[in-house]
């Protein structure tokens, strides 16, 4: 997870931002996204906790404070804060104090007289704080690559399960619970794994949740999914063909995105506009003659958010910075052959990239 010396020093260069500075000397702050980001607070997605608040107090000198309702799971013990307060709200005994959601916030300030939740929208200085934490979330910290590699490990392990073991006759979400199963053994805890397990028959279905559509040989199955943990996440994809004997049409398609995505990884650099990176991975499928054929976006930033900056597209107009974690994910889908995604991870450099994911990419 996070280090406490990481979240402190993401909550001084937080202040350094800050322009104009708040009128007190404290923010508080209640978006999860924030609470992971200064101070490792995170509330385990699989537990009765989750969906509920907690506000994070923040002082200019790096000082942290969290208040949190008392049913909280044990995941938030993990926070990197120098004071704690548990707000009761229901002990087993008698009735919950009032909406749940409202319990941390109705024992701070009954009546909300004056009170200021400094990234909630509609605060004066809410788009100023949501703002200068965006910016820095771009240039991933040590700590946080640290746990996106976390992450990919165990992403990683569900594709080679998939790899070994996809076959005609399961249905989709068949091989949904096989790739969780796989992910939470490789992960030693329970984690979310969410994102596309489907059958791609062409452009009406390029992914999609999974459903009980039995897979059938010569079937192009794309796996593009995300393992969630203490609040960052993965995102990297491998297409298969069912019964692992692609026809000359699935295997053109398969070479032409291995080569738009090698184009985008020769531009991956810190300085380099998103825009000619897009234009290098559909480059690629132009001299094939299948640009046509390339609807989305060729990539995207990465992190506690799914998508988030920098953006990867047609009208991009945002320049990679150092340290961006980053995908690159080319597809093509045909009428008649299927639907192909790949997809790596990267760290951005001065002088190019450190790939993140290391799944094979292979039709079988």
Request: glycine share 10%.
């Amino acid at each position: 997870m996070l280090t406490a010396e990481g979240c402190r020093q993401r909550r001084l260069r937080l202040w350094e931002r800050l322009d104009p500075p708040p009128e007190a000397d404290y923010l508080l702050l209640s978006d999860p996204v924030h609470l992971v980001y200064l101070a490792n607070f995170w509330v385990d997605p699989i537990s009765l906790g989750a969906g509920f608040p907690a506000f994070l107090l923040v002082r200019r000198d790096g000082f942290a404070k969290v208040l949190q309702e008392n049913r909280a799971p044990r995941s938030v013990q993990e926070a990197h804060v120098d004071e704690r307060r548990v707000i009761p709200w229901y002990d087993g005994q008698s009735p919950g104090k009032g909406p749940r959601q409202l319990a941390c916030l109705e024992s701070v300030n009954p009546t909300r007289a004056g009170l200021r939740i400094h990234d909630r929208p509609g605060d004066p200085y809410a788009a100023t704080v949501i703002h200068a934490i965006a910016d820095m979330r771009r240039q991933k910290d040590p700590d946080e690559i640290e746990l996106l590699r976390r992450c990919m490990r165990v992403t990683e392990a569900g594709h080679a399960w998939a790899r070994a073991n996809v076959r005609a006759g399961m249905t989709e979400l068949d091989v949904y619970s096989a790739i969780c199963a796989a992910c939470v053994r490789a992960a030693g805890m329970p984690v979310i794994v969410y994102g596309d397990f489907a059958v791609s028959p062409g452009p009406e279905r390029r992914g999609g949740p999974p459903t009980d559509r039995v897979l059938n040989e010569g079937d192009m199955v794309i796996l593009d999914y995300s393992v969630v943990i203490g609040g960052y996440r993965s995102d990297f994809t491998n297409t298969l063909v069912v019964g692992g004997k692609a026809n000359a049409a699935q295997q053109r398609l398969y070479d032409l995105c291995m080569a738009a995505l090698a184009a985008g990884e020769k531009e991956l650099r810190a300085g380099a506009s998103c825009l000619r990176v897009y234009e290098a991975v559909r480059g690629a499928f132009a001299q094939g003659g299948m640009a046509d054929h390339f609807p989305h976006h060729a990539g995207h930033g990465l992190g506690l958010t799914h998508p988030e900056a920098p953006f990867i597209v047609r009208q991009a107009t945002e320049t990679l910075v150092e340290n961006d974690v980053v995908t690159l994910e080319p597809g093509l889908y045909v009428e008649g052959v299927g639907g192909i995604r790949i997809e790596h991870n990267y760290r951005v450099t001065a002088s190019g990239y450190e790939r993140l994911s290391n799944h094979t990419i292979a039709l079988a």
